[in-house]
């Protein structure tokens, strides 16, 4: 009986680690994606910047280069599962995140590095700790299910062999008594 309700907590905390590990597998691109997004930001601010310190003079740079510096970004972002938006980003220091529970802020681009970094290493150990969480799980599930196989084929052999000796009980009297 005890055996039956350690299996089923087991089992409980099998999906629970399950619903996790899948949240967080979720969770983890998501997290680079902004990362990666918000460091190009900074790069292409930084560039600006350098573009500017670093004027020489030598005329025959490529004017383009220096358009596109210039020149807002345009870029496509996810607004749902299957829904896009096309906005253009003007020169910021600043980016806002969503934090969650509805909560959005506004960071200055190396402190939102600096949380996207730290967010993205909580949510890859988390994720590494879940995972090891889930094989020592399972391998305790599997100790249990043999075990419990074991006790049920050696109850079932108990109640055999005492049936059989019953049987022999009783044939054993009834031939003396029929003698």
């Known amino acids: 009986m005890i055996s039956f309700r350690k299996l089923s907590k087991y089992r409980f905390m099998d999906s629970s680690l399950t619903q996790r590990r899948a949240s967080?597998?979720?969770?983890i691109p998501d997290i680079r994606k902004t990362l990666d997004m918000v460091e190009y930001l900074q790069e292409r601010r930084e560039g600006k910047s350098?573009?500017?310190d670093?004027?020489?003079?030598?005329?025959d740079?490529?004017?383009?280069?220096?358009g596109d510096a210039a020149?807002?970004?345009?870029?496509?972002?996810?607004?749902?599962?299957?829904?896009?938006?096309?906005?253009?980003?003007?020169?910021t220091d600043t980016v806002y995140l969503w934090l969650g529970a509805n909560v959005m802020l506004s960071y200055k681009i190396p402190a939102a590095i600096t949380l996207l970094k730290s967010k993205l290493d909580a949510a890859q150990t988390s994720l590494d700790n879940t995972i090891e969480d889930l094989e020592f799980l399972r391998e305790q599930l599997t100790i249990m299910e043999v075990n419990t196989a074991r006790l049920y084929n050696w109850d079932v052999k108990r109640r055999r062999e005492k049936r059989e000796r019953e049987q022999k009980a009783v044939t054993a009297t009834s031939t003396v008594v029929t003698k």
Do not use: G
């Open 50 to 52: 350098k573009a500017k």
């Open 61 to 66: 740079l490529d004017d383009e280069e220096e």
């Open 54 to 59: 670093d004027e020489d003079d030598l005329d």
């Open 71 to 91: 020149k807002p970004l345009t870029t496509t972002f996810e607004l749902n599962d299957t829904l896009y938006a096309e906005a253009e980003l003007e020169d």
């Open 24 to 27: 967080l597998e979720q969770k």
